[in-house]
């Protein structure tokens, strides 16, 4: 009969799921297991048989996907192992039979089940009676009663005797992990979506931010470029006013408040360029130069800017370049001489007594790539440890009073550092209170090589005896240094009474060099007395801090500290020279009112501010020229159509037309290489401001304030440019 059944079904359902529960269903009869589960009746007997293959069917293994071809043996062990979550329930929900697989999964033994509402187990309860209600198929999601846990139910109506659905067969799956699993990604995908929303606002802001930052630095440039004008036009009338009064006959107490006016002009022309520098590198607009240049010469010229200042305070004034170091490098001569002065300005405000060393040397080299390290010495105040760290920081200073004592921003360590870094380096301090500071920094650059020897070539000097008079230890290691190298003896005095003595003994020497302050005696005084006493020390050469000072009885000829190498080897050689070739060697230079006779020039001015006309026509004048002079652009423009000038001294602000506009349309209509030579003459700051001059068709550049040796020089290659260019035949 039971197999009368089966095939019962599998008549009227002809459908896999049938076919493969119909094995299952052979597989109970022919073990006897069915009997066990207390299942009497057709309707039972045919939903076992229609579940198995359900649950065969929905398996996604190899296995299911081949259920028919499973024996009745291996169907039958899977029943009974438990792995089958199966239960049959009335069509009122109370279970009726249920695997022990199914008990498992909801947590209640199989024995209770038997006639428990299957909506009591789970917290859909009215949903679950609904869908019972429906007498139709159905799938729906339920979590059990108390316990942390959903299923999956799969439910097929099967029917009665009488044809109706009389239960359901329900395939259970344990899908707790799978929702956990589901839940997990949808919180991840909402905090995805989250974090992606954020970061949407983020690259908007930041991009509203990048707009407003572009428009904020061309803001910061543009206002820059206006403060540095209006400052720099009345700071050019200023100093270029004591300029001329230098060269006037003055009292000495005009001569006083002319310095004080010069020295102040200085000063705030210093800060002025110091708050301009650090906008600069902070808005990356800050570019360096590439140039070779002579690295012993830019010491020089830092250690001469502030020997008056160093020298007035009676400190030595000293600058080392080392053994190795090369000659000539390729970098910005102008920023690497800033940085040493910078440095070497603050040694000397705050040292009261002592010595300023600059050294140079190499820390590294390898073929023509070198890392040049610099030091700045002083015997001042010294530094605390606590506050080292504040000097490199922008507007810091060591305490309120260093700025009420000393003056300053507290910008230009931290300008410095910033260069030194720019130039492939770094910067720090070494410092101990009262015993002074001594600031390092590196750069990085190429040394270009030149023939051993080109720099000097001195047979006069060579194997003379020399005497050398000086107390300070640096300036002795410097003098033995340069006179060994030109191949001289030298031999050292510490004192003026351990120089006689030696002179006094019979020492014989082919010159002597004195230092002017000696601990025991005067220089002059001690040079007086060897001469009175026909001492054989040769021709005397003495070194004195003060400019001006002339020779006296023994003394043969003075130079001015700090000591350098070229000008002292041109003094040795000038006293062991013959007087007649001395004499044709110095010729006396022209006077400058005698400039406009040798180089004629026809110039134009092109400036608005009356007292930069005044300034700019008195400089002239000294040089023996007299300028045409228009105050806007246009007036520029019409001025040079109308006659040939050979130079243009340009104001690039001009009101009407600006001074970039008059070239472009001048060079437009004349060419790029035609005269007029036009001179930019102006209060940029930027070198990008520079770029567009030259671009524009501008061919030199002067900064105000304008120094009256600058606009000498710039009217000198004016005059040799226009003289080139019109020899070439591409004049007016």
Known sequence: MLFFAASLISAILPHPIIVSGLATLRGFVSIGQWAN????????????????????????????????????????????SGQLAVAVTETDGRLHWASSGFAAMVGVAARELAGKP??????????????????????????????????????????????????????????????????????????????????ETAIARANGLAVEAAVGDQAKSAFLATMSHEIRTPLNGVIGMTHILENSPLNDEQRECLRTIKVSGAAVLAVINDILDYSKIESGRFDLEKIEFD?????????????????????????????????????DQIRLRQILLNLAGNAVKFTSRGEIVLEAKVEQRQGDRCTLLFSVRDTGVGIPKEKQELLFQTYA?????????????????????????????????????GQGSTFFFTIETTAIELEKGARYSPP?????????????????????????????????????????????AGESFDLTLFAEDLPDADGFTCAQMMAEEKLRCGPVVLYSRLSGRTKGPGVDLVLQKPIKPEPLLRALRQVLLPAPAVAHAFPKGPNLAD??????????????????????????????????????????????????????????????????????????????????????????????ERSAAFAAGLNDFLTKPVIFDQLQQALVRGFHEVQATRAAGKGR
Request: some cysteine.
């Open 37 to 80: 589960h207390g299942v009497g009746n057709f309707g039972l007997l045919a939903a076992a048989s229609l579940l198995v293959g359900m649950w065969l069917s929905r398996r996604k293994t190899p296995r299911a996907s081949r259920a028919d071809s499973l024996g009745p043996e291996a169907l039958a062990a899977l029943a009974k």
């Open 118 to 199: 299957l909506e009591e187990l789970v917290t859909e309860s009215a949903e679950l009676r609904r869908y019972l209600g429906s007498h139709q198929a159905f799938t729906v999601s339920v979590s059990l009663v108390g316990q942390d846990r959903q299923l999956y139910l799969e439910a097929q109506p099967v029917p009665g005797a009488d044809g109706a659905a009389g239960s359901y067969v329900i395939l259970a799956h344990d899908v707790t992990a799978q929702r956990k699993s589901e839940e997990e990604v949808r919180r991840a995908y909402a905090s995805l979506e989250d974090l992606n929303n954020q970061l």
């Open 295 to 331: 690295l012993a010469s830019c010491l020089e010229e830092a250690a001469d800017l502030v020997a008056q200042r160093a020298f007035a305070k009676k400190l030595e004034l000293a600058f080392v370049v080392q053994d190795g170091v090369p000659e000539i490098i390729v970098g």
């Open 397 to 433: 200073q060591m305490d309120a009073s260093t700025a009420r004592i000393h003056g300053g921003t507290g910008l230009g360590l931290s300008i410095s550092k910033k260069l030194a870094e720019m130039m492939g380096g770094r910067m720090w301090v070494e410092s101990d209170v």
């Open 460 to 504: 006069e000097v060579a194997g003379k005896r020399l005497l050398v008079v000086e107390s300070n230890a640096t300036n002795q290691a410097l003098l033995r240094q340069y006179t060994s190298a030109w191949g001289m003896q030298p031999t050292l005095a510490g004192t003026a009474a351990e120089a006689l003595s030696l002179l006094r």
């Open 595 to 688: 400039t406009a006779v040798r180089m004629p020039l026809r110039i134009l001015m092109a400036e608005g501010n009356d007292v930069n006309q005044k300034v700019a026509q008195m400089m002239l004048a000294r040089l023996g020229y007299q300028a045409d002079i228009v105050t806007n652009g246009a007036e520029a423009l019409a001025a040079m159509r109308q006659t040939p000038y050979d130079v243009v001294l340009m104001e690039t602000q001009l009101a009407v037309m600006d001074g970039l506009e008059v070239t472009s349309k001048i060079r437009a209509e004349r060419g790029p290489r035609c005269p007029p030579w036009i001179v930019a003459v102006t209060t940029a700051a930027f070198t990008s």
